[in-house]
């Protein structure tokens, strides 16, 4: 008689848990896709958000006086060639303005670093300058040594960039690749606002370098580089107005004609 009972004991506790139902599995499944779904729905916002900024600041830009952005590139690039940050680096990477894209000028701080190089591997005054060239529509770029603005070559777009070998036929040095690490970048943009939001222009060219350096210094254990963003008065926006998503990546200190926003004070620390 005790058969049956020790039977029934064992059938009544069986762990159904082992062997979950198709109903849910289905379950889990069909969660997995909505929360999926409304991930992308709200990426899908930011998307649109970003593209109706983009195009206003375009118009912004567009109707600048000439006269005016001259004033404002002049101020501009004289409160970075001031600044002790700039002055203190010996590493940086900057992008070659191009005037058809209305970014802030860059050419007189970058004509002051190449008249001032440094000389090979003996650090004196002077700085190390590595600017982008982009290599592919897959926000893929790089960052190249130049010693010349003569090292410069127009690319398909008219932006002036390195050629992937010097005169010699030597390949450049890459950044990535370098056995010190960078200051300093500075860096364009399309919008900025107090926060330390970027807003750059679609292709994700730079938020998918920086991120990369930022890994690269932190596996050799080096200091992370200070991001600077050049600003127009008319690309600065109220806090809160730029969307963001996790892959952007925020800014340390924006320059505009008005003077230095420091938006990450320990990032001095950094120099």
């Known amino acids: 008689m005790t058969q049956p009972y020790t039977v029934a004991r064992k059938s009544l506790y069986r762990p159904c848990i082992l062997r979950p139902s198709s109903f849910t599995r289905r379950s889990v499944v069909t969660l997995t896709k909505m929360s999926n779904s409304n991930h992308q729905d709200e990426l899908d916002a930011i ?21 005016v952005r001259s004033q404002q590139d002049n101020a501009i690039q004289r409160i970075v060639l001031e600044a002790p940050w700039f002055r203190s680096c010996r590493r940086l990477c900057a992008y070659i303005s191009c005037s058809a894209l209305r970014e802030v000028d860059t050419s007189k701080v970058l004509s002051e670093i190449l008249q001032n190089p440094t000389n090979d591997d003996h650090m004196q005054m002077g700085k190390k300058l590595y600017v982008p060239r982009v290599e592919d529509k897959n926000s893929h770029m790089r960052m190249l040594k130049i010693s010349c603005m003569d090292d410069l070559i127009a690319n398909s777009m008219n932006i002036l960039e390195p050629a992937p070998v010097d005169g010699d036929g030597n390949g450049r040095e890459d950044v990535m690749q370098a056995n010190e690490p960078v200051d300093l970048f500075l860096l364009p943009g399309l919008a900025f606002d107090s926060s330390g939001r970027r807003l750059g222009r679609g292709g994700g060219y730079y938020d998918t370098f920086l991120k990369n350096y930022q890994e690269l210094a932190k596996s050799h254990n080096w200091k992370q580089p200070l991001f600077v963003a050049l600003s127009y008065s008319q690309q ?17 200190a924006l320059v505009s004609p008005a003077g230095v926003i420091l938006i990450n004070p320990s990032a001095l620390d950094r120099m």
């Open 236 to 252: 600065i926006m109220e806090e809160g107005d730029i969307p963001i998503t996790p892959s952007d990546v925020p800014v340390d």
């Open 47 to 67: 998307s649109q958000k970003k593209r109706i900024l983009r195009t206003r600041v375009r118009k912004a830009l567009k109707a600048m006086e000439p006269s």
